[in-house]
């Protein structure tokens, strides 16, 4: 009797640690899963018309971002902004408008970035053009220019 309950309590003991083991294996937090990813963007007009003007000028808006959130780059006439984008993103994009006053506006293609797993942080330009479309409306077309991971 007295050598079973030694063998007991090294089974009990055995079993708590690999218990503990997968446990602790099952709840570690999943490599590829990153934490949140930081976009720094910059959209710049590459040609605007607002109401007949030409000159270059910032885009009249960026979809989905407030203009409280963008800062000016006065030497290019291009807006930047930073925005937090949720664990597991793996692609974003960025749309503009760079043409105002016509019978339509529109917002026509985004250009679109990959995010490569456990990027923390992505920085990319996007250039804008817009151009009348048959049968009259304008419509802004952007591309990404450049862009970097960290």
């Given at each position: 009797m007295?050598?079973?309950?030694p063998?007991?309590?090294?089974?009990?003991?055995?079993?708590?640690l690999?218990t503990?083991?997968?446990?602790?294996?099952?709840l570690?937090?999943?490599?590829a899963?990153?934490?949140?990813?930081?976009?720094?963007?910059?959209v710049?007009?590459?040609?605007y018309?607002?109401?007949?003007?030409?000159?270059?000028?910032?885009?009249i808006?960026?979809?989905?971002?407030?203009?409280?959130s963008?800062v000016?780059?006065?030497?290019?006439?291009a807006?930047?902004?930073t925005?937090?984008?949720?664990?597991?993103?793996t692609?974003?994009?960025v749309s503009?408008?760079?043409?105002?006053?016509?019978?339509?506006?529109?917002a026509?293609?985004?250009?679109?970035v990959?995010?490569?797993a456990?990027?923390?942080?992505?920085?990319?330009?996007?250039?804008?053009?817009?151009?009348?479309?048959y049968?009259?409306?304008?419509?802004t077309?952007?591309?990404?220019?450049?862009v970097?991971y960290?």
């Open positions: 007295f050598a079973v309950n063998a007991r309590r090294v089974l009990a003991l055995g079993a708590a690999v503990t083991g997968v446990l602790s294996v099952a570690a937090p999943n490599p899963a990153a934490d949140a990813v930081t976009l720094n963007a910059t710049d007009c590459l040609n018309n607002s109401f007949g003007d030409t000159r270059d000028w910032y885009p808006s960026v979809v989905g971002v407030p203009y409280a963008l000016a780059v006065p030497a290019t006439h807006w930047q902004f925005k937090t984008l949720a664990s597991g993103t692609s974003v994009s503009a408008m760079c043409s105002e006053g016509h019978m339509y506006d529109f026509g293609s985004a250009g679109s990959s995010i490569p456990g990027t923390t942080t992505v920085t990319a330009t996007w250039g804008c053009t817009t151009a009348p479309v049968p009259g409306p304008w419509m077309n952007c591309s990404v220019q450049s970097s960290s």
